[in-house]
């Protein structure tokens, strides 16, 4: 088989809680410091509230919420990243930004049974990086999440 039948893509390393996640970099748009949201009434705690970045107005995704995780003060490593999908850009809360990697289609498994349903509904798959594993999100199930209001 030649390259052209092994697709491979960049992804950025995300730290949410202890877990390393990966983002498909091709519908990252920015990274950027985290700053306090400003609160929207009557909506879930995992949309802390909107930002603007831009001009643009975001709504704000808690991603530790969103997969099931236990709520964190956001610190000096917290960050937004600014990603779009189809007609839609969200900022989506994490603990870092770490890392570029570059995944071959082959190095990509299911993710395992037995993983927390919350959690395993918007993984697109897992891998292996730096001996470490890495959970891969569906950004598209992700977004069809939010949009069921989770």
């Given amino acids: 088989m030649n390259a052209s039948e092994q697709p491979s ?3 950025l390393i995300v730290r949410v809680g202890p877990e390393r996640y990966a983002l498909p970099s091709a519908a990252i748009r920015e ?3 985290w700053r ?15 930002i603007s ?3 643009v107005v975001l ?3 808690d991603l530790r ?3 099931g995780l236990s709520v964190a003060e956001p610190d000096r490593s917290s960050r937004f990243i600014i990603v779009h999908q189809e007609l839609a850009d969200i900022a989506l809360l994490v603990d870092a930004a770490l890392d570029i990697c570059h995944l ?3 190095e990509l498994a299911r993710p395992p049974a037995g993983l927390d349903q ?4 918007l993984l697109r798959a897992v891998a292996q990086h730096e001996g470490q594993p890495l959970l891969v999100i569906d950004l598209a199930t992700l977004f069809a999440v939010l949009q069921e209001g989770a």
Avoid: C, F
Avoid at 38 to 44: Q, S
Avoid at 118 to 121: G, H, K, L, S
């Fill in 53 to 55: 970045q831009r001009g």
């Fill in 59 to 61: 709504p704000a995704v």
């Fill in 65 to 67: 919420q969103l997969l």
């Fill in 118 to 121: 919350q959690r395993a509904r």
């Fill in 9 to 11: 893509e960049d992804y």
């Fill in 31 to 33: 990274v950027a410091r």
């Fill in 104 to 106: 071959a289609s082959e």
């Fill in 36 to 50: 306090a949201p400003t609160p929207v009434p009557g909506v879930p705690p995992l949309l802390p509230g909107i």
